[in-house]
């Protein structure tokens, strides 16, 4: 059972454009999400986080928007970058059943084109 | 400067050797991670630790085994590699929602 998902195995992007990475979830026990950026033969990179009890948090250029009706967040990237291309995983923090946990979706590459 | 640290970086090995994959972290946080993450992108954890001699297996079955003896140190070994073994694996650790990743192993089983 999929609690995390990210429909979109890649994305490309020119430069100086909006990036948009999309992703949802289906368990409403979920207390933060989170934005975790990798790139090829590294460790995963925390990006950004926001609280269940927000809507919004931003950060530089990234911004990360929760509907909890909708079980949606998106990520934000204005201006997308070249060294932005990476693979982004979108995660979720809280009590899966088992334990709390983050618990990732199965990420988006991002590619952002000159 | 990274608070966790994984060795080796990459590992070539023959098949039946046994292999132990090194995590250190100096954050002493009390939770830790081992994903493992194949050419198709998805994380899947395989063990994780709540503490000092606490270990389970996490969602992904793995011919793997952990143990934590030390907070700092979270060492995973195979006992006889396969070909199939080859991926990476990354080590984690948090002290809440938060996941700090080590750069990880890529281990190659010939």
């Known amino acids: 059972d999929q609690q995390v998902k990210q429909n979109s195995p890649s994305l490309s992007v020119q430069e100086g454009r909006i990036s948009i990475l999309n992703c949802d979830y289906t368990?409403?026990?979920?207390?933060?999400f989170l934005w975790y950026k990798k790139y090829p033969a590294e460790g995963p990179t925390f990006l950004i986080s926001?609280?269940?009890?927000?809507d919004k948090n931003e950060d530089g250029r990234f911004t990360v928007f929760l509907n909890k009706s909708a079980k949606h967040l998106s990520l934000h990237i204005v201006p997308s970058q070249p060294g932005d291309s990476a693979v982004y995983f979108c995660?979720?923090?809280?009590?899966?059943?088992?334990?709390?946990?983050?618990?990732f979706g199965t990420g988006t590459r991002l590619q952002v084109t000159l | 400067e990274a608070d966790i640290y994984q060795t080796p970086r990459y590992l070539v090995i023959g098949t039946g050797k046994k292999i132990t994959l090194e995590c250190s972290q100096t954050?002493?946080?009390?939770?830790m991670y081992w994903y493992q993450q194949d050419p198709g992108m998805e994380l899947h954890l395989i063990h994780y630790?709540?503490?000092?001699?606490?270990?389970e297996k996490g969602d992904l079955s793995s011919e793997s085994t952990v143990s934590r003896i030390r907070t700092e140190h979270f060492p995973l070994t195979l006992e006889s590699a396969r070909p199939s073994h080859t991926s990476q694996y990354l080590c984690?650790?948090?002290?809440?929602?938060?996941?700090?990743f080590g750069s990880g192993t890529r281990l190659t089983v010939v």
């Open positions: 926001i609280s269940s009890i927000k």
């Open positions: 368990n409403s026990m979920f207390d933060y």
């Open positions: 630790s709540y503490g000092v001699n606490s270990t």
């Open positions: 984690a650790s948090s002290e809440n929602y938060g996941y700090t």
């Open positions: 995660a979720a923090w809280g009590d899966t059943g088992t334990a709390s946990k983050l618990t």
């Open positions: 954050m002493g946080h009390d939770k």
